[in-house]
């Protein structure tokens, strides 16, 4: 029994967690060009929403992801446009979008269900065919291991695949050099000839449709249902707003956060089987209240915060020029 | 070659530049009135039916229960423009409290523990008070706390106030869910964990006029509203925050001590959140983790649709009352419309303002290149 506690509890780990990597991913690439988007919440949402709805209409799971990512870089889009060419300020705008993206999603899924009637996930036989769980040969077999990380279904993959390639593109080449100088010293970069503009841009639009995959994954994982009183993301996207501080800005470490801050989402379902599988070890659970596992993430990154503000700010990672418009004639 | 290029303009008259403004809510709401066709709903009847936040029957006949509709919106109305004015003191300084939420919450627990605790304490006037105090003290410790770091360490303030929120809101919940000795905010007589009301105790006086009974709260926030404005417009301490917000360097260079300005005003704004969350709890009943009704949020879109003036915060307060009231409204006649689409068109027109606000600080100038 303890072993597929152990297993059912990895598993779970994976698959409720993931769509928090894609978020933290999608909002590194908006930070580290200096752009703080707190529009995470609502990006994802509209992902979500038009991609489940494209995905099922049109009865397949690769034009899901297409319409989560396009509709997802329209907030994008807009934070960019709003940010980067008006100089609008950033926290009202990202603000803006999370409110703006959950009016729709809520506006356009209540309208949908009501007047069109609520697609399926099942009548869409493709999309729930890809959903299906796609073990790795060999690896999956692995006991315990196998089944908890390499029998899941093919966003999992991707969103690691994603997380690796951002971090490769970050630290080892010359776009992502230039991305990184963008987002420490854009005065500096822009002497040097990077277009300011369009890297703030490229990124932006880039990190939004990432965060749109994870959006579409969250529906999907819940089978579509439409959710009229929480939505689909229910704080996720916020999360991942705080997963780009533990992780520090780096895609890699953000894998590492999603599994830390997801073992206590987990644990909010987990809490009591655990404790009936391992009334030893870890009997002690049992005394602290489900609601502690919601707040410990928010807790760790706040602590997180402040370390790296005490230390030398040269180690926090934190690019300097995050939250500051960049205009061109103030210099 | 031809190269467009944004230039800051010089400043336009206020009449130009309210027209902008005009427009943009215009083009919003129109909009708005696109999305309702789509989904089948006359965006007219629509519009009039939020406009008149359900005083208005279907006959178009003033409702018999127009005045309760009144004093819903007066509901509505007090946390938000409350917290708006407490979120522009600190942003005027260029700090970014968006801590609304958390501090709103802190200061309603604050407020719930004095009666739940010790029962009514002397008098109903003399408990409210303590609330109030007590409401204010919790939310200002809360706020310090991120103006203290930010100060001392240089700590990102803008996300540890977002951080603080989600602690504060996970503690709520926590309160909601744990029955023990200690949770004297829990229903005593209900078997299942269920916030007990503070209404138990004390109620907020209320004007009767008719029908109608108008609350304090609204009286006391009108009048903390002048205060603010005094105090930001008229007094040193405003003066001391409008330098800071300009510039640090400036403020420090006429010798004034920033880090106490900074800490003192972030005092000032939570504690002013807090009392908005205690004026909540007293007129919306027991505590939950909707309680703020988004006001946090809300009220940094109404500070920055105001620019930051009082006066300003006070009139747009009333308009996103009405709007998000009013849409809770007409999704009861308008089936097919969610009430969040509140939401939406908030977001819409903050847009279409950010918009009018580039087009009257910068212009768009066409130049020839070699």
Known sequence: MGV??????????????????????????????????????????????????VGCWCNSL????????????????????????????????GLTITTLGLGIYYFVGHGVNKNLGWPSMQAAANVAAGWKAQPIPLLSDIPIIGKAFFSHNIFVYLGVLIAVLSWWYMKYTKAGLRMRAVGENPAAADSCGVNINRYKYAHILLGSAIMGIGGYYMALNISGEYLASTGWINGYGWIAVALVIFAKWNPARALLGTFVFGIFKTLEVYNDSIVAAFPKAFGWLNAIP????????????????????????????????VGVNYYREDR | MKRYHIVKRDLLTPGRRIVFYLLAIAAALLLGALLLMMTGVNPLSYYFKMLTIGTVTDSGELSRLAYKQVENLIKVFVPLVLTSVALSVAFKMKFWNIGGEGQFLVGAVAAAF????????????????????????????????????KVRFGTNETLMTLMFNYIALYFVALLGEEKAGWNVFLDPESQRPL??????????????????????SLLFVLVLCILVYFYLKKTKHGYEISVVGDSIG??????????????????????????????????????????TDSVGWTGIVVAW????????????????SILRFGCSQASVTFGAVDSRFADLLQGVILFAVLAADFVIRFKIVKKEEA
């Open chain 1, 4 to 53: 597929e506690v152990l297993t059912g509890f990895l598993y779970s780990l994976v698959v409720y967690n993931i769509p928090l990597l894609y978020g933290t991913v999608g909002e590194i690439f908006n930070e580290k060009t200096g752009s703080l988007n707190l529009g995470v919440e609502g990006t994802m949402a509209v992902g979500s929403l038009f991609g489940y709805l």
């Open chain 1, 62 to 93: 690769l034009l899901g992801i297409l319409a989560a990512m396009v509709f997802a870089g329209l907030c994008g889009l807009l934070f960019a446009f709003f940010t980067v060419t008006l100089q609008a300020n950033q926290n009202v705008t």
């Open chain 2, 195 to 216: 916030f007990r009301s503070v209404w138990d105790f004390v109620t907020m006086p209320a004007i009767t006029i008719g029908k109608f009974s108008l609350s304090w």
């Open chain 1, 290 to 321: 489900l609601k502690v596992y919601t707040a410990l993430p928010f807790i760790i990154t706040a602590v997180v915060l402040f370390a790296g503000s005490v230390r030398k700010k040269s180690k926090s990672n934190q690019p300097a020029a």
């Open chain 2, 305 to 320: 649709l105001a620019k930051l003036d009082t006066v300003g915060i006070v009139i747009t307060s009333l308009l996103i």
């Open chain 2, 250 to 291: 400036t403020a420090k260079y006429a010798g004034m001590k920033v880090g106490r300005i900074i800490v003192r005003t972030m005092l000032l704004s939570s504690a002013l959140i807090g009392l908005a969350g205690f004026f909540k709890l007293t007129s919306a009943g027991p505590l939950s983790t909707s309680l």
């Open chain 2, 114 to 149: 004095i009666p739940l605790k010790f029962g009514v304490i002397g008098n109903q006037a003399l408990t409210l008070l303590l609330m109030a105090a007590a409401a204010m003290a919790a939310a200002a410790v809360w706020g310090g706390i991120v103006a203290l770091l």
